[in-house]
């Protein structure tokens, strides 16, 4: 059983709707969590992170953690055809393995106009 | 991104053959990571290296070898290059002095083992 489990999709949506993509996890040490997009034949940005549990908004875009379930989720709002991308989800713990990043399938998304 | 910089982009390679991915940054980052892509798997690391003396294997790094030229420049070969090898190969960077783990990826190297 991989650590990180990411539905690879693909995922298709109409411009303007609310995307919702997710992760879960089975090592209780990831403390940060993060999300990366990465475009077609580009190499993966990191998009935004959270430490712990909680939310974190950037523009149309929200992060979630939940340790209790080992579950993280990023919401897009209205989203646009220029968020079609492929979005991984990666985690890292503290400690000696601080830094070293388990990555999950990532999700390919398009967004149709 | 040119802070990260990977050669060759591309390359078509026969079995048996030894082959070297290089990577440069100019991003003065201490850490530096190689990852290769395969559909449906995600990135998996390979090796990181978190300063020029700190060589670490990674999930998969059996069939592969590193070296930290400098703090600058991390490489990657393949001593005897086999067909389930070909994937796209990523090198990243990070700043021990920032957050550590937010990572800077290069544009990827596009390798084919016939």
């Known amino acids: 059983q991989k650590e990180v489990e990411q539905d690879p999709g693909p995922l298709s949506v109409p411009e303007g709707a609310i995307v919702s993509l997710n992760c879960t996890y089975s090592n209780s040490a990831f403390q940060y969590f993060m999300w990366y997009r990465q475009y077609s034949r580009k190499g993966p940005e990191l998009l935004m992170y959270t430490y712990s549990s909680g939310n974190k908004e950037d523009g149309r875009f929200t992060a979630q953690v939940d340790k209790s379930s080992k579950y993280i989720s990023l919401f897009i709002r209205d989203s646009q055809p220029s968020d079609s991308a492929t979005y991984l989800c990666a985690m890292t713990g503290s400690g000696t393995s601080y830094g070293k990043l388990t990555f999950g399938q990532g999700t390919i998304l398009t967004v149709h106009p | 991104d040119a802070d990260v910089t990977q050669t060759p982009r591309n390359r078509i390679t026969k079995t048996g053959k030894r082959i070297m991915l290089e990577c440069s940054q100019t991003k003065g980052h201490d850490r530096m990571y190689w990852y290769r892509q395969d559909p449906g798997l995600g990135l998996r690391l390979i090796y990181y290296?978190?300063?020029?003396?700190?060589?670490n294997k990674g999930e998969i790094s059996d069939g592969y070898s590193v070296s930290r030229q400098a703090q600058a420049k991390f490489s990657l070969s393949l001593e005897s290059a086999i067909p389930n090898q070909t994937a796209l190969y990523f090198c990243?960077?990070?700043?021990?002095?920032?957050?550590?783990?937010?990572?800077?990826f290069g544009p990827g190297t596009r390798l084919t083992v016939t």
């Open positions: 290296s978190f300063d020029v003396k700190d060589i």
């Open positions: 990243a960077t990070s700043d021990s002095h920032g957050t550590g783990f937010e990572q800077y």
